[in-house]
């Protein structure tokens, strides 16, 4: 199994096992920022400056599913993680696989499907940091 932490903690104590296309979506390329433009009126096309160029917060949909040994297992583990992701603010979410530490901050949840001794849900996040390219290490 990959290796990805909330900070410094494994996914793992909050029962967090991550669902297909996660890796997907952690790779997937911010928009660029509209930046300064002059569309002459006596030239073809747009004139852009490239120089200044930023980028947009990417909005990640992270599937997720947050399970237990047992009903009262799972409920810990669901409390502690939404307790956690709900007040933690910004976070590192540091991903073995895609060599990568995202800095990011909880949004919301959607398609929540709840279990007996799991829950499945897609994790909605922002990476206000596209730009930065941190190792994992």
Not at 42 to 52: L, Y
Not at 93 to 99: A, G, I, P, S, Y
């Amino acid at each position: 199994m990959d290796a990805i932490y909330f900070n410094n903690t494994p996914a793992i104590n909050y029962g967090v096992v991550f669902l297909e296309d996660t890796y997907k979506e952690l790779r997937k390329p911010a928009k660029v920022k509209e930046g300064l433009t002059n569309n002459w009126p006596d030239q073809n096309g747009t004139e852009r400056d490239v120089a200044t160029r930023v980028l947009e917060t990417r909005t990640l949909t992270v599937p997720i599913m947050v399970e237990g040994t047992s009903e009262a297992d799972f409920n810990l583990k669901h409390q502690a993680f939404v307790d956690w992701i709900v007040t933690a603010g910004y976070f590192d979410l540091k991903v073995q696989r895609t060599n990568r530490i995202y800095r990011l901050i909880y949004s919301d949840v959607s398609d929540y499907k709840d279990y007996y001794d799991h829950c499945t849900f897609n994790l909605i996040l922002f990476d206000d940091y596209p730009h930065l390219k941190t190792p994992y290490a």
